[in-house]
């Protein structure tokens, strides 16, 4: 259950990018709640990236901001500098993934739980999960392997969402849709994720609004951030 509710949503938005403060915008205004993994040793470099042929600014937020930006969600780590964790020895997963854990309860001044792994495709393996498991003081770490369903999932270190809202939205919308339908006895989440930039890309931010307006304030589902959701 969460929090007495047996319907829960929430989000997941990667690298700690400058359109995050707009992305917040819209999720304070239907009281969303998200949490947002970041890179803390990145923080404050500039950057873009080429998506369907758009350049979208990869700017990510500084250090001396994030503590004021994200504080009505969730900060979670995704290692210092965004490696492929499978390439790495042992001591740099931990070091990667831990130290950005610990450099990142001490810009938000809260604890830090969770983590998204970083890296497009496969970019984990059941070694880096037991790896994190073990060593560091995460507690769950997200993929980008979709699941498609709402089941609650046993093993947290290889956690799967829901549905990604960028290449995946009308998707999105059919499982959102089924989701606000759904009459369930057992417990049942809708965990999207993806990142703030890619808002920019088709300047779908509107669209992304109007969602959220549809999904928003029901009185059967909770709207916690990852750790009140998954922990
Ligand atoms: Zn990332």
């Known amino acids: 259950m969460f929090n007495g509710k047996m319907k829960a949503i929430t989000f997941s938005y990667d690298d700690g990018v400058t359109q995050d403060k707009r992305l917040i915008e819209i999720l304070d205004k239907y009281d969303l709640k998200a949490t947002f993994n970041i890179n803390s040793e990145l923080l404050g470099k500039e950057g ?3 998506r369907d042929d758009k350049h979208v600014n990869h700017i990510k937020n500084n250090p001396k901001d994030i503590k004021k930006i994200y504080r009505n969600h969730e900060v979670a ?3 210092l500098t965004h490696p492929f964790l499978p390439d790495l020895s042992d001591e740099e997963i931990i070091r990667q993934v831990e130290q950005d854990r610990i450099n990142l309860e001490q810009l938000t001044e809260k604890s830090v739980v969770g983590m998204a792994y970083p890296g497009g495709g496969t970019n984990y393996n059941e070694h880096v999960a037991e790896v994190i498991r073990n ?3 995460i507690k769950y770490a997200r993929t980008i392997v979709s699941s498609y369903n709402f089941d609650i999932q046993n093993d947290l270190y290889v956690f799967k969402p829901t549905v990604y809202n960028f290449a995946e939205w009308d998707k999105m919308v059919r ?4 989701f606000l339908n759904l009459e369930t006895d057992t417990p049942k ?7 703030a930039y890619e808002f920019d890309i088709h300047n779908t931010w509107d669209k992304f609004d109007e969602f959220c307006s ?3 304030h029901k ?3 909770f709207y916690g951030t990852n750790r009140e959701v998954l922990l």
Do not use: Q
């Open 48 to 50: 873009s990236l080429i």
């Open 135 to 137: 060593n560091t003081g």
């Open 175 to 178: 499982l959102a849709d089924k």
């Open 219 to 221: 009185d059967d589902i």
């Open 77 to 79: 780590a995704h290692t």
């Open 189 to 195: 989440l809708l965990y999207i994720w993806g990142h």
């Open 214 to 216: 549809l999904i928003c």
